[in-house]
């Protein structure tokens, strides 16, 4: 398979990642589970590694952290610090992602705010607006998508047909005309082949994720832990 690579960190970064699985698995961030956690992060990185994502070093070092953290969690406490409660190896961690989560709470309020004060404007008819209690998906609302596809795909009956190459621009174009013509938003689902090779559904999710990162499309879920849908983006 030819490398296509599109920049994760336009996205989100590794802090993103972890509060987004601590939400996924409706965990308490004050008593996170540190081996599920680095598990399931270490099996996000290989994702990406997987689909030639260019990754952030900062990834590669929360993961290096996180294993850090689980080992300590392993090892047994010193006789002095049984006797002592000794310090929770996870605590720098828990009060990193607490200010951060809360920074981007304070963010998203600010932003609120600001378009309060916006001048209001009509939008072109054929564009589509977003409706009230859509919840925006990232990076990682995608690669879940992604991973529901591909186990699917590990239980059904493929079969090969033809070794058409599939490109990324072919791809891109495709999906977006067929967005382009859609009156209501996608399923997510439905915009990958029916019985597709690994290699087109890899290339079909970065042709999204592509067209997500520029501002052609945007991803989206109705409700929280629901399927995605995707759409045309709105216009500027």
Do not use: C
């Amino acid at each position: 398979m030819e490398a296509y690579t599109v920049k994760v960190d336009v996205f989100e970064g590794p802090l993103d990642l972890l509060l987004h699985l601590i939400k996924q698995n409706q965990l308490d961030i004050y008593d996170i589970p540190i081996a599920l956690i680095t598990e399931q992060y270490l099996e996000y990185i290989r994702i990406m590694k997987a689909l030639d994502l260019t990754i952030a070093g900062e990834f590669l070092v929360m993961a290096a952290t996180l294993m850090y953290i689980k080992s300590r969690m392993l090892l047994p406490a010193p006789i002095e610090e049984e006797e002592e409660e000794g310090e929770d190896p996870r605590a720098e961690l828990i009060q990193r992602l607490v200010e951060y989560k809360r920074f981007k709470e304070a963010a998203v309020r600010l932003s609120q705010q600001a378009l309060l004060g916006v001048d209001v404007f009509i939008r072109p008819a054929q564009e589509i607006e977003a409706e009230e209690g859509e919840i925006e998906a990232d990076l990682f609302h995608l690669i879940d998508a992604l991973r529901e596809l591909l186990k699917r795909q590990e239980v059904e009956d493929f079969h090969e047909v033809t070794l058409e190459r599939v490109t990324l621009r072919d791809k891109m174009t495709e999906l977006y005309e067929r967005l382009q013509g859609a009156r209501e938003a996608v399923p997510f689902s439905a915009l990958f082949t029916p019985l597709a090779s690994r290699v087109e559904l890899i290339v079909t999710f970065l042709a999204l994720l592509e067209l997500i990162r520029s501002g052609m499309l945007r991803a989206y879920q109705r409700d929280v832990f629901g399927p995605l849908w995707v759409t045309r983006a709105l216009a500027a």
